[in-house]
DNA sequence: TTGAAAGCGCTAACAC
DNA sequence: GTGTTAGCGCTTTCAA
């Protein structure tokens, strides 16, 4: 490989300045008033001598790295992953790569791999945040373009895009009142104070309320994000030994609602008819389980275009208003058999 | 915010040169000579200060940036992002940082990516490829440490990592013969060059021609990579329609078989007794469709693991035999419903 | 044991 | 219209 032509062998070569180059490189050239000539003649020498610029070199000279950082709690999570695909595509069309960082909804980690980002100068950051206060991870994001997705924070100024949570859960309770039922179970993670979280609890919650059924404490379970699948069966074990099961089960997320599903086929129990279950997070395969699931269903990749495109606008310093900056997009209740009452 | 602190900062503050300060940084003050004293007093004034290097300096200067890139076809399939995960839990540990990218098989694009992430001056590349051919990409990945994950190529000395596509596909057939299956179709890819792809069906035909079995070529079906659901639903209705079905399918990657399994039952297929299916790559949710799914389960997490541990060595300039240098790890044959004929 | 100085490749303020 | 020059913050000879 012969040597790596530099911005000066241009100059060189054209007999013209580092500047000269570096600005019709840059396309200032107009700008700058330089003569569509000389800048034909770099544009030339540029393509001959096949160069390209450094790109380290730029960034540590600009801060400006056409990098972007993406935290989520697990990339390989589809939720994720899925939107990890959306947002990679858009930055990709736009010049831009794409850091990803898994927090295994590590607060610490998170603040951490937040850190060395920052460090590592990306342009902007889009986060699905484990914190629970958003104090400390706001500190961090000072001064940088961020977008909050997924899980969100009240009374912030930052950019944030998520599923319309309160609609998704009150749909799902009316739902499974539709159906007669009055005992539900609330299937939840560990920790509980994840926005995503507390308000699809409260929104079921406060809507089931309205038919006056209550969601008594042991019914409102919370699983660890470790060892899940275990954690699942072991608890509803545990309600069937007691004799102590609700009638329907509402699952927060996806891997809860397969983790569930799993389990209480082990447990040999019918569904629906021994118990219901419903699901927040809808995933292809839920549509050819024994039996199908019901869920519901976020608009996954409008959630990564609608955050990309607002780092983008933060990072090229467009005027954000206040109403654009929170996006709360629209949900869809998919009814299929597991919540079917047939009796 | 304060100024950021640099490494001349230190370096003034203790009277000290620059040079010293970066060698104690580097952990080579010792190597060097420099008295455990003044090294002392050097990290003391960092951690005072809170000095950060700056790590695009750093990069610059060095062409390290402590940086992998990761190129699969596409990140929001399980198979690849639970790859993913696994190589960013080590990336993380071992103080690296991932760039994903997604090439949708596209060949072209596949190798913008890697002059894109070489430019960027990654360290190492870990790729699945979808290039037929490995010279335009073994031309660009010339002096750059790299491991290609479960797609490869023959006769060449990359690193690779690889599950054992010809002993799944061997497991697979032989299954299939054991179920008394005469006739079978294989549902899969475009392009077809792709090494699984190739691999998993030349297997699987030798295997079953031991048997005295042949597979048409009506019923090697090839399926895009775009639009596959629908796709995959046509060419089965077609085969229906023309009174053409096989006794089974062999689906070459996760989503094909659920694409199939969900067309089958469109059709008001029965599975297994209409028609059987087994699939490569297992997932979760297999074991609870309906029917659940056969499948050759593969160790993803062991790729990525490989695949890092290889690319890492490369980084530091370790030996790596020849031997180590191709990776084939062992699959599994996981039987459930939907290959069991009960008749 | 330590320091001076050069320079990686680029951009941008300021001249001319 | 174009060029000079001064760094960005770090590492690395080479010298003392």
Redesign the pocket.
Known sequence: MS?????????NA??????????V??G??NE????????KRVLEKIDELN????????G???GKTNTIGLIVSDISNRFYSRIARRVEDYAWEHGYTVIICSTDENVEKELQQVKMLRERKVDGLIISSSQEKYEDLSRLLNDVPHVLIDRTFNGINSAQVYADNYQGSKLAANHLVSQGIKNVAILSITPEYISTIRERTQAFVSTLAKSNIAVPAEWNIHIPFKNMESAVEERLQMLKETKNLPEAIFALNNNLTSHCLLALRKLSLSIPDDIALIGFDDMLYFSFTQPSVSAISQPIEQIGEKAFDLLLRQINNEEITIEERSVKLPVELIIRDSSTKTS
Chains 1, 2 share one sequence.
């Open positions: 040597k790596k032509i530099s911005l000066a062998d241009i100059a054209l007999g013209v300045s580092k500047t000269l180059v570096s600005l490189i840059n200032k050239g700058h008033g330089i003569s569509k000539e000389t800048q160069y390209r610029p450094n790109v380290l070199a730029r540590f000279r600009t």
